[in-house]
Nanobody
Framework: QVQLVESGGGLVQAGGSLRLSCAASGSIFSINVMGWYRQAPGKQREVVAGISSGGDTNYADSVKGRFTISRDNAKNTMYLQMNSLKPEDTAVYYC?????????????WGQGTQVTVSS
């Protein structure tokens, strides 16, 4: 089992920046793909960005050019640098780690961290 703890959320004005962190512990060896997801009030959870063990990344169209995902395997930590934040980025952000890219079987989730962007 993998335990994930997010940090770094908060309140920021539009145009500002935040950096989220996700620290992993437990069965680290089982982690292949990690990613950030978010869920706004009344909406479904959506993918924000993902990163493979080899460093390949992908982003939702809505955050391309503004957000950067990275991972430090030595520290078992993943990051999400969020720049040029917009009010529509307001959501609870969740960290995910899983063994396989094609399925959420065996997946682990963090507790979430709130990001609020004021206009």
């Amino acid at each position: 089992q993998v335990q994930l703890v997010e940090s770094g959320g908060g309140l920021v004005q539009a145009g500002g920046s935040l950096r989220l962190s996700c620290a992993a512990s437990g069965s680290i060896f089982s982690i292949n793909v990690m990613g950030w997801y978010r869920q706004a009030p009344g909406k479904q959870r959506e993918v924000v960005a993902g990163i493979s063990s080899g460093g390949d990344t992908n982003y939702a169209d809505s955050v391309k050019g503004r957000f950067t995902i990275s991972r430090d395997n030595a520290k078992n930590t993943m990051y999400l640098q969020m720049n040029s934040l917009k009010p529509e980025d307001t959501a609870v952000y969740y960290c995910n780690a899983r063994p396989f890219a094609s399925t959420f079987i065996g997946s682990s989730w963090g507790q979430g961290t709130q990001v609020t962007v004021s206009s």
